[in-house]
């Protein structure tokens, strides 16, 4: 079956009533852990068929808000909602979440088709209510005895098709690669057909390569199925490389929503400017208002800027922002700020150079798009610094 076909086949069940989309919302949920609050107030309403990216650093409460979306984890009040039901009450494993850990969480005992299966057998008999868990493994060995029912049989077949996965379905899961574990890992939460997806850091545990690939595949699988995918992680890039809209989480607190692009060049405070991406900061001590622009004094410099500004704040100038140019360029300064400076350090990565420069007093970090054959700027070499008004933002 290709993806298309699989795609299609989603679709015809999704019109016979089966959920495999959904929207989540999140309404002032707060957690707290033994005194310990580890969710403040956190509001998100993730779109039916979105992929949501949940950013943060580490002990934020990525993983606390994922957990009460899928019911491991019980609010300390607020509500949860999946499409238009309120599921504070329901148990995990009748939410419809299919969830994705960072460590896989596989059975080493048993293989490829075996993994897949387990998820599917749990959610039968939960829907038959049959709670012996012998009973799993009775079906399982049914199906080495070729008694597993055949519909079920299908249904793994087709996932571990979907996945790339059947050439190693009698493997042990030990017995595969990282990027091939998590394959399992997804194709063992979509088999359910899941409302939601949830993953926690699915990526952290493979080699930079397999991740940049493995990113792509999640991706393309997403939009395929267009399945509400909840995604949390601390690499911005990968956040902002692979999600519609990201939420930045501090403190156990969201301090911004949007989609990625706005989140780089709108950032609505100094910590999310420099968690999304990297940043010139800069402390400002007066803004005053000259004609069109806004000019903003700082220890060593005055920049204008055409955005309208606050009274105090950071300067946020992005390293991208900043042109860098030879120091007997003539410029106009009525367009552009200029700041003369010095290179401290350049390092080549690949099709860009990045340059450490002192100017203003400062040391400023500078992009500079790098073309085959140019010569890079040598540490010691003198320089004019050009930067638009439009791309100098106050926070
Ligand atoms: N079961 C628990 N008991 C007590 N405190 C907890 C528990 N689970 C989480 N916490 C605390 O809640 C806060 C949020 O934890 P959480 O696991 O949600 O962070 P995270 O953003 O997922 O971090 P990481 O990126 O390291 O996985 C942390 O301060 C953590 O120590
Ligand atoms: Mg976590």
Not at 224 to 232: H, K, R, S
Not at 367 to 375: F, P, R
């Amino acid at each position: 079956m290709t993806r298309s076909e699989m795609n299609g086949k989603r679709n015809s069940s999704k019109e016979e009533g089966a959920i495999f989309m959904g929207s989540v919302t999140v309404d002032q949920l707060n957690k707290e852990f033994s005194g310990v609050k580890a969710l403040n107030n956190v509001n998100l309403e993730i779109k039916e068929g979105e992929f949501f990216a949940l950013l943060g650093p580490s002990g934020c409460g990525k993983t606390t808000t994922m957990r009460c979306i899928a019911g491991f984890e019980e609010p300390t009040s607020g509500v949860i909602r999946i499409g238009e039901e309120k599921v504070n009450h329901i148990p995990p494993n009748k939410r419809n979440c299919g969830m994705v850990f960072q460590s896989y969480a596989l059975f080493p005992h048993m293989n490829v088709f075996e993994n897949v299966a387990y998820s599917l057998n749990i959610k039968q008999l939960n829907e038959k209510n049959v709670l012996a868990k012998m009973g799993v493994y009775a079906r399982l060995l049914n199906r080495r005895l070729g008694r597993m029912p055949k519909e079920m049989e299908r249904k793994v077949m087709e996932i571990l098709e979907y996945m790339e996965l059947e050439p190693y379905a009698d493997r042990l899961t030990s017995e595969l690669s990282g990027g091939q574990q998590q394959r399992v890992a997804l194709g063992r939460a979509l088999v359910m057909e899941p409302a939601v997806l949830l993953m926690d850091e699915p990526l952290s545990n493979l080699d930079q390569k397999l991740r940049h690939s493995m990113r792509n595949t999640i991706r393309r699988i997403q939009q395929d199925l267009g399945i509400t995918t909840i995604f949390v992680t601390h690499d911005q890039e990968e956040a902002m490389s692979m999600a519609d809209r990201v939420a930045v989480m501090n403190n156990g607190e969201v301090k911004q929503i949007g989609r990625p692009t706005d989140l780089y060049s709108h950032p609505s405070s100094p910590f999310i400017a420099n968690f999304v991406g990297t940043s010139n900061m800069l402390n400002v001590q007066s803004i005053e208002r000259v004609g069109a622009y806004s000019i903003i004094k700082g220890e060593g410099f005055a920049l204008k800027t055409n955005h309208q500004s606050k009274e105090k704040g950071t300067v946020i100038i992005r390293p991208e922002s900043i042109q860098i140019h030879h120091a007997d360029t003539e410029m106009n300064p009525e367009l552009m700020n200029i700041l003369e400076g010095e290179i401290l350090i350049s390092t080549y990565l690949g099709s860009i150079v990045r340059y450490e420069v002192k100017a203003a007093g400062h040391t400023l970090i500078v992009d500079a798009t790098y073309a085959s054959g140019e010569s890079i700027l040598k540490p010691g070499t003198k320089v004019k610094l050009a930067i638009e008004p439009e791309r100098v933002l106050v926070i």
